[in-house]
């Protein structure tokens, strides 16, 4: 199984970014998709999820408004949208598929595979 992270990079305050996370080794459809992000010093936190059947979504709170998951089945590739980016926004993203765990799981060490993580820097 290999997630693929890619899209992060260097964007002033109020600027937008999507990230893409490539999945493959595997069938997906009864998977949960997820997107967390890790600041230094900090630990990794939920951003949001999907859910590949049905396209369900699940967002942090503070995410909401800004942030928007999507997935498109026939690339199996899963995005995550990010509008009005702040500085605190910069963290390494990582992408995580989880496959017995409901959208609303934001405990890291419930996912089962992760990606390597894409870098976004949010300038002031």
């Given at each position: 199984v290999q997630?693929?992270?890619?899209?992060?990079?260097?964007?002033?305050?109020?600027?937008?970014?999507?990230l893409?996370c490539a999945?493959s080794?595997?069938t997906?459809?009864?998977y949960?998709m997820?997107?967390f992000?890790?600041?230094p010093g900090?630990?990794?936190?939920?951003?949001?999820?999907?859910r590949w059947?049905g396209?369900?979504?699940?967002?942090?709170?503070?995410?909401?408004?800004?942030?928007?998951i999507?997935?498109?089945n026939?690339?199996n590739?899963?995005?995550?949208q990010?509008?009005?980016?702040k500085?605190?926004?910069t963290?390494?993203?990582?992408?995580?598929?989880g496959?017995?765990?409901?959208?609303q799981?934001?405990?890291?060490?419930r996912y089962?595979?992760?990606g390597?993580g894409t870098?976004?820097?949010?300038?002031s």
């Amino acid at each position: 199984v290999q997630l693929q992270a890619s899209g992060g990079g260097l964007v002033q305050a109020g600027g937008s970014l999507r990230l893409s996370c490539a999945a493959s080794g595997r069938t997906f459809s009864s998977y949960v998709m997820g997107w967390f992000r890790q600041a230094p010093g900090k630990e990794r936190e939920f951003v949001a999820a999907i859910r590949w059947s049905g396209g369900s979504t699940y967002y942090a709170d503070s995410m909401k408004g800004r942030f928007t998951i999507s997935r498109d089945n026939a690339k199996n590739t899963v995005y995550l949208q990010m509008n009005n980016l702040k500085p605190d926004d910069t963290a390494v993203y990582f992408c995580a598929a989880g496959r017995s765990i409901v959208i609303q799981t934001t405990t890291p060490r419930r996912y089962d595979y992760w990606g390597q993580g894409t870098l976004v820097t949010v300038s002031s």
